[in-house]
């Protein structure tokens, strides 16, 4: 991830940069760069934290901490859904919201796991019984979780 730069002596010559050597005589300087490249930290994360169907990021460096999907066509499911991305928001936590009306659910689950939010919530069928699904984004598990205790769950399972 890091990375080296020999700059030799092109920029010193060109600064006139010089030091005294161990005689006392001027000397032109070698110059160097030395640092850890951002973009080089992410790239080993995404390759070291992924599937075959995306990246798979660990929570402390996660864009958000809940991908939250809202399929079906009924206004009831965006309803509940955006006030879900409120609380959870109001709750302290960092929620990337799929509210797309005219995207098919497969594409908006293949989304999601391509960009490998660690926590995926799913408001859809299952609002009728009053859950929606929580997935594992690593393990692939999945279980419904109480509309009515949702939000505490999730505070939990983050602050984990």
Not at 21 to 45: E, F, H, W
Not at 48 to 67: E, F, L, M, Q, T
């Amino acid at each position: 991830m890091g990375h080296i730069f020999q700059l030799g002596r092109k920029y010193a010559e060109a600064l006139g940069l010089k030091v005294l050597d161990q005689n006392g005589k001027l000397a032109t300087v070698t110059m160097g760069s030395y640092g850890v490249g951002v973009t080089r930290a992410i790239a080993a994360l995404a390759e070291s934290n992924r599937d075959d169907k995306g990246i798979i990021w660990p929570r402390n460096v996660a864009p958000a901490d809940i991908h939250l999907v809202a399929t079906g066509k009924g206004e009831e499911i965006f309803a509940a859904a955006n006030q879900l991305a409120e609380d959870l928001t109001a709750a302290g936590l960092d929620v990337m919201y799929d509210d797309r009306p005219k995207v098919s659910p497969g594409v908006k689950f293949g989304d999601a796991e391509l960009i490998g939010v660690p926590t995926i919530v799913v408001v859809g069928r299952g609002l009728a019984d009053g859950v929606v699904e929580v997935k594992d984004r690593r393990s692939g598990e999945a279980g419904n979780v109480a509309v009515a205790e949702v939000v505490e769950y999730l505070r939990r399972l983050v602050s984990a």
